[in-house]
């Protein structure tokens, strides 16, 4: 829960949508973001928790599906 503030302030700063959210062992968000600033998030979220969070991309067509 240490980076959950610093994870906040990226999602505004990367224009992502939280779609939705969980909080039990760890904190897990299901996020919608422009496809160009995908890569910069997942960067940022390292950076920004020093290498403890993921990011896993996912195709929103597999959504779909």
Request: charged share 20%; aromatic share 6%.
């Amino acid at each position: 829960y240490a980076d959950v503030g610093a994870l906040q302030q990226l999602l505004g700063a990367h224009e992502a949508r939280v779609a939705a959210e969980a909080y039990a062992a760890d904190v897990t968000y299901d996020v919608t973001l422009p496809a160009p600033s995908v890569d910069a998030f997942a960067a940022a979220v390292r950076d920004a928790t020093r290498g403890t969070a993921r990011v896993t991309p996912q195709d929103p067509a597999a959504r779909d599906a």
